[in-house]
Protein backbone atom coordinates (compact mmCIF):
# COMPACT_ATOMS: atom_id res chain seq x y z
CA UNK A 1 0.00 0.00 0.00
CA UNK A 2 2.91 2.64 0.93
CA UNK A 3 6.19 3.17 -0.76
CA UNK A 4 8.49 0.33 0.20
CA UNK A 5 10.76 1.58 2.74
CA UNK A 6 7.66 2.49 4.34
CA UNK A 7 6.28 -0.91 4.68
CA UNK A 8 9.34 -1.81 6.13
CA UNK A 9 9.33 0.67 8.88
CA UNK A 10 5.77 -0.45 9.95
CA UNK A 11 6.44 -4.40 9.70
CA UNK A 12 9.24 -3.19 12.19
CA UNK A 13 7.68 -1.50 14.16
CA UNK A 14 4.88 -3.59 14.52
CA UNK A 15 7.51 -6.36 16.04
CA UNK A 16 7.29 -4.36 19.38
CA UNK A 17 4.94 -4.89 22.61
CA UNK A 18 1.93 -3.37 22.65
CA UNK A 19 2.19 -2.24 18.72
CA UNK A 20 -0.48 -3.38 16.72
CA UNK A 21 -0.72 -2.29 12.93
CA UNK A 22 -2.89 0.69 13.52
CA UNK A 23 -0.65 2.46 16.18
CA UNK A 24 2.37 0.82 13.98
CA UNK A 25 1.60 2.72 10.88
CA UNK A 26 0.63 6.17 13.55
CA UNK A 27 4.66 5.89 14.27
CA UNK A 28 5.64 5.34 10.56
CA UNK A 29 3.97 8.73 9.69
CA UNK A 30 4.97 10.31 13.02
CA UNK A 31 8.44 9.45 11.97
CA UNK A 32 7.87 10.55 8.58
CA UNK A 33 7.07 13.95 9.73
CA UNK A 34 9.74 14.66 12.26
CA UNK A 35 13.03 16.51 11.46
CA UNK A 36 15.39 14.01 9.68
CA UNK A 37 17.61 15.15 13.04
CA UNK A 38 15.17 13.66 15.42
CA UNK A 39 14.52 10.81 13.61
CA UNK A 40 17.79 9.61 13.33
CA UNK A 41 18.18 10.50 16.85
CA UNK A 42 16.33 7.57 17.68
CA UNK A 43 17.60 4.94 14.87
CA UNK A 44 21.25 5.95 16.76
CA UNK A 45 19.60 5.08 19.83
CA UNK A 46 18.65 1.87 19.01
CA UNK A 47 21.74 1.35 17.44
CA UNK A 48 24.11 2.63 20.16
CA UNK A 49 21.83 0.44 23.07
CA UNK A 50 22.49 -3.02 20.61
CA UNK A 51 26.33 -1.89 20.55
CA UNK A 52 27.29 -1.37 23.99
CA UNK A 53 24.93 -2.97 26.50
CA UNK A 54 25.75 -6.75 27.17
CA UNK A 55 25.35 -8.95 30.42
CA UNK A 56 27.33 -8.37 33.72
CA UNK A 57 29.34 -11.01 33.85
CA UNK A 58 28.84 -11.48 37.61
CA UNK A 59 25.21 -10.69 37.97
CA UNK A 60 23.78 -11.07 34.15
CA UNK A 61 22.17 -7.75 34.71
CA UNK A 62 22.24 -5.50 31.70
CA UNK A 63 26.00 -3.48 31.67
CA UNK A 64 27.69 -0.98 29.58
CA UNK A 65 30.58 -2.76 30.74
CA UNK A 66 32.37 -6.15 32.08
CA UNK A 67 30.55 -5.42 35.51
CA UNK A 68 27.15 -3.57 35.84
CA UNK A 69 26.77 -0.23 38.25
CA UNK A 70 25.04 -2.87 41.33
CA UNK A 71 28.17 -5.20 41.25
CA UNK A 72 30.65 -2.46 40.99
CA UNK A 73 29.25 -0.36 43.88
CA UNK A 74 31.40 -1.42 47.12
CA UNK A 75 28.86 -0.07 49.31
CA UNK A 76 26.70 -2.92 48.42
CA UNK A 77 26.10 -6.15 50.48
CA UNK A 78 28.19 -9.35 49.05
CA UNK A 79 26.41 -11.61 51.58
CA UNK A 80 22.96 -11.19 50.33
CA UNK A 81 21.52 -12.10 46.27
CA UNK A 82 18.10 -11.28 45.13
CA UNK A 83 17.73 -13.54 42.30
CA UNK A 84 15.31 -11.93 39.49
CA UNK A 85 14.24 -13.17 35.97
CA UNK A 86 14.54 -10.53 33.73
CA UNK A 87 16.74 -7.35 34.32
CA UNK A 88 13.55 -5.04 33.95
CA UNK A 89 12.83 -6.50 37.33
CA UNK A 90 15.86 -5.25 39.19
CA UNK A 91 14.38 -1.51 38.68
CA UNK A 92 11.46 -2.01 41.04
CA UNK A 93 13.33 -3.90 43.55
CA UNK A 94 15.81 -0.90 43.64
CA UNK A 95 13.39 1.38 43.97
CA UNK A 96 11.72 0.54 47.15
CA UNK A 97 15.60 1.35 48.85
CA UNK A 98 14.98 -1.58 51.33
CA UNK A 99 17.42 -3.67 49.55
CA UNK A 100 21.06 -3.08 49.34
CA UNK A 101 22.64 -6.72 48.39
CA UNK A 102 23.71 -7.81 45.24
CA UNK A 103 21.52 -9.17 42.09
CA UNK A 104 21.49 -12.40 39.64
CA UNK A 105 19.44 -12.43 36.71
CA UNK A 106 18.15 -15.64 35.15
CA UNK A 107 17.02 -14.57 31.88
CA UNK A 108 13.82 -16.42 32.04
CA UNK A 109 11.67 -18.79 34.41
CA UNK A 110 11.35 -22.32 33.70
CA UNK A 111 8.31 -23.26 31.60
CA UNK A 112 8.74 -26.61 30.15
CA UNK A 113 5.73 -25.77 27.68
CA UNK A 114 7.80 -23.25 25.76
CA UNK A 115 10.87 -25.63 26.07
CA UNK A 116 12.60 -23.48 28.93
CA UNK A 117 14.56 -26.03 31.04
CA UNK A 118 17.38 -24.93 34.22
CA UNK A 119 19.73 -25.20 31.44
CA UNK A 120 18.58 -22.24 29.58
CA UNK A 121 18.69 -19.70 32.61
CA UNK A 122 21.55 -18.86 34.86
CA UNK A 123 20.49 -21.29 37.78
CA UNK A 124 24.41 -23.17 37.43
CA UNK A 125 26.13 -19.47 37.35
CA UNK A 126 23.62 -18.81 40.49
CA UNK A 127 24.97 -21.96 42.11
CA UNK A 128 28.57 -21.17 41.31
CA UNK A 129 28.09 -17.89 42.93
CA UNK A 130 26.29 -18.97 46.54
CA UNK A 131 29.14 -21.85 46.86
CA UNK A 132 31.73 -19.61 45.91
CA UNK A 133 31.80 -17.23 48.58
CA UNK A 134 30.38 -15.33 51.51
CA UNK A 135 27.07 -15.24 50.54
CA UNK A 136 24.35 -15.78 53.38
CA UNK A 137 21.04 -15.52 52.09
CA UNK A 138 19.36 -15.33 48.71
CA UNK A 139 16.29 -14.19 48.15
CA UNK A 140 14.36 -15.81 45.37
CA UNK A 141 12.05 -12.44 43.99
CA UNK A 142 10.62 -14.77 40.67
CA UNK A 143 7.40 -13.35 39.52
CA UNK A 144 4.31 -14.81 41.75
CA UNK A 145 3.06 -16.88 38.39
CA UNK A 146 3.23 -20.78 37.71
CA UNK A 147 6.90 -20.69 36.09
CA UNK A 148 8.22 -18.33 38.62
CA UNK A 149 7.06 -20.11 41.67
CA UNK A 150 8.40 -23.22 40.00
CA UNK A 151 11.72 -21.92 39.21
CA UNK A 152 11.92 -20.55 43.28
CA UNK A 153 11.48 -24.07 44.30
CA UNK A 154 13.93 -25.25 41.99
CA UNK A 155 16.57 -23.09 42.66
CA UNK A 156 15.96 -23.64 46.63
CA UNK A 157 16.29 -27.35 45.72
CA UNK A 158 19.40 -26.94 43.92
CA UNK A 159 20.92 -24.82 46.39
CA UNK A 160 20.04 -27.09 49.52
CA UNK A 161 21.90 -29.62 47.37
CA UNK A 162 25.00 -27.28 47.22
CA UNK A 163 25.50 -25.67 50.20
CA UNK A 164 23.10 -26.49 53.16
CA UNK A 165 24.21 -23.42 55.07
CA UNK A 166 22.86 -20.47 52.59
CA UNK A 167 19.37 -19.08 53.99
CA UNK A 168 17.09 -19.11 51.22
CA UNK A 169 14.04 -16.90 51.33
CA UNK A 170 11.16 -15.80 48.60
CA UNK A 171 9.27 -12.27 49.08
CA UNK A 172 5.80 -12.08 51.30
CA UNK A 173 2.84 -12.69 49.48
CA UNK A 174 0.95 -9.58 49.15
CA UNK A 175 2.02 -8.88 45.62
CA UNK A 176 -0.84 -10.00 43.23
CA UNK A 177 -0.71 -13.54 41.59
CA UNK A 178 0.42 -14.11 38.43
CA UNK A 179 1.41 -10.09 38.15
CA UNK A 180 5.15 -8.83 37.22
CA UNK A 181 7.50 -7.77 39.18
CA UNK A 182 7.87 -5.04 36.97
CA UNK A 183 4.19 -3.79 37.87
CA UNK A 184 4.74 -4.17 41.52
CA UNK A 185 4.45 -0.40 43.19
CA UNK A 186 7.43 0.86 45.54
CA UNK A 187 5.09 0.31 48.93
CA UNK A 188 4.44 -3.27 48.20
CA UNK A 189 7.35 -4.29 47.06
CA UNK A 190 9.27 -3.14 50.05
CA UNK A 191 6.82 -4.87 52.51
CA UNK A 192 6.93 -7.84 50.71
CA UNK A 193 10.76 -7.97 50.51
CA UNK A 194 10.84 -6.67 54.43
CA UNK A 195 8.69 -9.94 55.22
CA UNK A 196 10.26 -12.15 53.38
CA UNK A 197 9.84 -16.05 54.61
CA UNK A 198 12.23 -18.62 54.29
CA UNK A 199 11.87 -21.20 51.03
ZN1 LIG B 1 26.27 -7.21 37.93
Do not use: W
Given at each position: ?24 QRL ?38 PRC ?68 EVV ?60
Amino acid sequence: MYAASVDRLITELSKLPGIGQRTAQRLAFHVLRVSEQDALALADAIREVKERVGLCEECFNLSEGPRCRICEDQRRDRTVICVVEEPADVIPIERTHEYRGVYHVLGGALSPIDGIDPEDLKITELVKRVTAGEVQEVVIATNPTTSGEATAFYIAEALREQNGDVSVTRLASGLPMGADLEYADEVTLGKALAGRRAL
